[in-house]
């Protein structure tokens, strides 16, 4: 498989060194604005360098990643499939509907294969946590609460909080509880002088009267990654960094057993598995509602009401 990637930033830069990294896949170049950074990658990489992104399309890619500030997805996507070659786009598939509607549609009509880079899916710890809900180890799930905070990476400029880490555990719940919700009510705000919030509340509500709770910032100096699971028979607590997961009822403490492996490696064996048989899920209909949400969440704050999450 020969595979590319645009943008070669904070992301970016770990989809090459997992192609690179990977048998079976030719790393065959990488395009970032920053010539500097891209040149910096491509040697640590031993791939090519390429100023335009089009002419790395050109060399007969089978995939590429984009991994390119969030406002430009919907541009660099489109010239993607024009040119036939599958692709995954980081998180959050688009800044607008409009743009996540043209390029799934695009996609679809070119028989593109279309995935949404929503890596937490790929985490075992939450591979795990899945499996015990879905058995009914925990009870009926009434409540799952999340915390993703840490410093800023300056490299955000063009998305708040939000967009940037919420979409994240927008995603993660509404994976845990195999469910979409239907409002969401946010509380956010600026603790620096910046443009977009950098600071988040967000409540999400499910049917039969259950939540989704998420804390995000860029204001704390250590990075935490965290996660909370209430049933009516147990409570699961999961760090996404560490990949444990402790599960507590009334009587024990245990903890899970699981594999540790990189989500970013199985996210792309994914990827590359849809691409080869064409069966696995893409998520993009998901990566439209994740937006959604995520959007939803951003009126809830700036109008300070409770948004319906619709369609």
């Known amino acids: 498989m020969k595979a ?16 690179h990294e990977m048998d079976g896949v030719e790393l065959i170049g990488v395009s970032d604005i920053d010539q500097g950074r891209a040149e910096e990658i491509a040697t640590m990489y031993d791939t090519q360098v ?3 992104y089009r002419k790395l399309l050109s060399c007969d890619l089978d995939l590429v990643s984009v991994a390119v500030p ?12 024009s040119a036939g070659v599958h692709l995954l786009v980081e998180k959050p598939i688009a800044s607008t509907l409009e743009d996540a509607d043209e390029m799934i549609s695009a996609a679809k009509d070119a028989g593109v294969r279309l995935m949404v880079g929503h890596i937490e899916r790929f985490n075992p710890a939450v591979t795990r946590l899945k499996e015990i809900i879905d058995s009914g180890m925990l009870g009926d799930i009434v409540s799952i609460s999340a915390r993703r905070v840490g410093p800023h990476n300056p490299r955000i400029r063009d998305v708040g909080i939000i967009m940037d880490l919420g979409v ?9 509880y195999n469910e979409k919700a239907e409002s969401v009510y946010a509380i956010a705000g600026n603790g620096l002088p910046e443009i977009h919030e950098n600071h988040a509340g967000i409540l999400m509500q499910f049917g039969r009267g259950r939540a989704g709770m998420i804390d995000v910032n860029w204001l704390t100096p250590h990075k935490v990654r965290m996660l909370t699971a209430v049933g009516t028979d147990g409570v ?9 997961l402790e599960l ?6 245990g903890s899970a057993k699981i594999e540790e492996k990189e989500p970013l490696v199985n996210e792309l064996e994914y990827f590359i598995g849809t691409v080869v048989n064409q069966r696995n899920r893409i998520f993009e209909d998901d990566g439209r509602y994740v937006l959604k949400t ?9 109008e300070g009401r409770l948004v319906r999450v619709e369609g």
């Open 4 to 19: 590319g990637v645009i943008g070669v930033g904070a992301m970016g830069q770990h989809h090459a060194r997992v192609y």
């Open 50 to 52: 390429f100023n335009d």
């Open 70 to 81: 969030t406002t430009l997805h919907r541009n660099v996507a489109m010239d993607v499939i």
């Open 168 to 176: 994240h555990d927008i995603d993660t719940i509404s994976y845990l």
């Open 236 to 244: 699961a607590y999961l760090d996404y960094i560490a990949q444990t």
């Open 248 to 253: 507590h009822d009334g009587d024990w403490i």
């Open 294 to 302: 995520a959007l939803a969440a951003i009126r809830s704050y700036q």
